[in-house]
């Protein structure tokens, strides 16, 4: 929540996120930032930019090549009571730390009957478009969407981005920030001072009747540059900002289907097993079934590992022409 008089200026989603850290760490001695090259270098995003030379070293921490390792300090710390904020430079090497994040983080509350809180943050730069190749360009939310006591969250926006985070703090769970690498640059209205952005809700960012897209990242925004397109042909598009992964708005997509009668589901990560998936086996498990006028429709990534080639890295994950074709096929049913 914020004030209605504070003031909003044009910042970056990478400036968002440093900024949400800054406030954070400003108001609770117990935050603290650690990572690879995060400290001098300013992270391998330049996100932490200069935070260092404000807040020093011992909280602006530079760790050893070893994500396993680093995730295991930040899950410790966050149980005796800190709030760390854990940087992985590629969202790939989630795969190194996953005994940390889904073992230990996910389950402790649990398996300790509620007697400690695991308040870590763990931030993912994530998906394709820099070409850097297969091991460094995946988009792997849906493995940690899968896990009972993380939750999962994907900011589209730099307003986004702040606000998220800064939820993400002071929540007792686990939060897992996935962020797409082509986002850190965009910029967008930010407010001044502390807000937050719910977790677990999800945003209508276009009204429409015709059909439902529901997005995540950076495939809201080219399915906003296809619902433009689609108006002009007279096909009106809604487009849902799913925003978090888990726990997933199950009441905004429903009511949004229920009014268009059509859902087509469009994320980058590979289509099979993906967030596209849940989405349209939540809507046909819900009220909403019985509104459909067409089969669901996924458009996710190709069942390949990213190529370095820049036309096939682009040909592998769903692009707005690729969008605008399947939405005015699900509408009219033309092929």
């Not at 295991?72 to 992985?88: D, S």
């Not at 809180?117 to 969407?145: D, I, K, N, Y």
């Not at 730099?158 to 606000?163: M, N, Q």
């Not at 945003?203 to 906003?224: N, P, Y």
Request: proline letters at 5%; a negative charge; charged letters at 20%.
């Amino acid at each position: 929540m914020m004030d209605a008089a504070t003031a909003v200026r044009e910042l970056s989603y990478a400036q968002a996120i440093q900024e949400a850290m800054a406030l954070a760490m400003e108001a609770d001695e117990r935050v603290f930032l650690m990572g690879e090259d995060i400290g001098v270098y300013g992270g391998a995003f330049q996100v932490t930019g200069d935070l260092v030379e404000r807040f020093g070293p011992e909280r602006v921490m530079d760790t050893p090549i070893s994500e396993l390792g680093g995730a295991g300090v930040a899950v410790g710390a966050a149980v005796t009571g800190l709030r760390p904020i854990f940087e992985f430079q590629f969202s790939d090497f989630a795969a190194l730390a996953m005994e940390q994040i889904v073992n230990q983080a996910a389950k402790m509350r649990y398996m300790l009957g509620g007697a400690v809180s695991v308040p870590v943050v763990m931030r993912f730069p994530a998906g394709s478009g820099t070409g850097a190749a297969a091991q460094h360009s995946q988009s792997l939310e849906a493995w940690l969407g899968h896990v009972p006591g993380l939750k999962v969250i994907q900011p589209a926006t730099p307003h986004d981005a702040k606000g998220m985070l800064l939820a993400a703090i002071e929540d007792p769970d686990p939060v897992m920030i996935f962020e797409h690498k082509l986002l850190y640059k965009m910029k967008g209205a930010v407010p001044e001072g502390r807000y937050t952005v719910p977790i677990g809700k999800a945003e209508v960012r276009r009204q429409g009747r015709d059909l439902t897209i529901v997005a995540t990242s950076i495939m809201v925004h080219k399915s906003l540059e296809a619902a433009q397109m689609l108006a002009a042909e007279g096909i009106d598009v809604e487009v849902i900002d799913l925003r978090t992964v888990r726990p997933m708005d199950r009441e905004t997509v429903i009511a949004s289907v229920c009014k268009t009668s059509r859902l087509m589901c469009v994320y980058e990560a590979v289509k099979t097993l993906g967030i596209g998936a849940e989405v349209s086996a939540m809507v046909a498990e819900s009220e909403a079934f019985d509104f459909l006028d067409a089969p669901i429709v996924r458009l996710g990534g190709a069942e390949t590992p990213i190529p370095y080639n820049p036309d096939l890295e682009k040909a592998t994950v769903p692009q707005v022409g690729d969008i605008v074709a399947a939405a005015r096929a699900l509408v009219t049913g033309a092929r």
